[in-house]
């Protein structure tokens, strides 16, 4: 299997490249964000995955590791295949696309062209607990920003609440009083749990 191709970049599209590696010309297929991180010339070097189809074999051209785990871990979900993986890493980062699945976020992963309510719900189910464990994005790193959130998150769950529960009613709260101090958040949303 071909896992990288490293030469000269001789031709630059939002959906495919060329690259010149030693006399040979390679067309890679890639997302907006692997084009969008690339140089306009000079020598490059891209991660690749080769799909093997009856009709074609095409190579795919990513610019980094992560997203080809990314990639592979789409192609794997029954009904998705190269071309809307390629298309939902086009839409969202590497990292939005983990985020996505671990926080079981349907609308986001529905929003990708060519991906419906129930493959949107398929990928989170069979890649989720992947995601969670390959890159280690605890429950903390999936929410929001907000550290006051997630201290009162931590906090509730300690205290035996059911996560989700908790997260419902600590947004609330945020949402009526975004400067709300981790204590605050915690007792408004123990009277209101």
Same mark, same amino acid.
């Given at each position: ?12 599209? %939002?959906?495919? /490249? ?12 890639? $997302? ?22 009856? &009709? ?7 610019? &980094? ?16 295949? %190269? ?6 890493? $086009?839409?969202?980062? $590497? ?30 189910? &069979? ?12 429950? /903390? ?53």
């Amino acid at each position: 299997m071909i896992t990288q191709i490293q030469g000269k970049l001789i031709e630059k599209s %939002p959906t495919e /490249v060329v690259i010149d590696c030693n006399g040979v010309g390679y067309l890679l297929n890639v $997302s907006l964000n692997t084009f969008s991180n690339l140089p306009d010339s000079g020598t490059v070097l891209l991660y690749s995955y080769l799909s093997i189809r009856e &009709d074609a074999h095409t190579l795919y051209g990513f610019i &980094d590791k992560t997203e080809r785990e990314i990639f592979k871990l789409l192609i794997s979900v029954s009904g998705v295949g %190269p071309s809307i993986a390629r298309t939902m890493l $086009s839409s969202m980062t $590497s990292e939005e696309i983990q985020k996505a699945i671990a926080s079981e976020n349907v609308a986001v992963i529905k929003g990708v062209k060519g991906i419906g309510a129930k493959t949107a719900q398929r990928v989170i189910v &069979d890649l989720k607990d992947k995601i969670l464990k390959t890159y280690d994005l605890g429950e /903390v790193t999936v929410t929001s920003g907000n550290t006051n959130k997630e201290e009162a998150l931590s906090a509730l769950e300690v205290l035996g609440f059911n996560r989700r529960l908790s997260e419902k009613v600590v947004t609330g709260i945020l949402n009526t009083d975004p400067n709300a101090s981790v204590e605050q958040i915690i007792k408004l949303a123990l009277k209101n749990l």
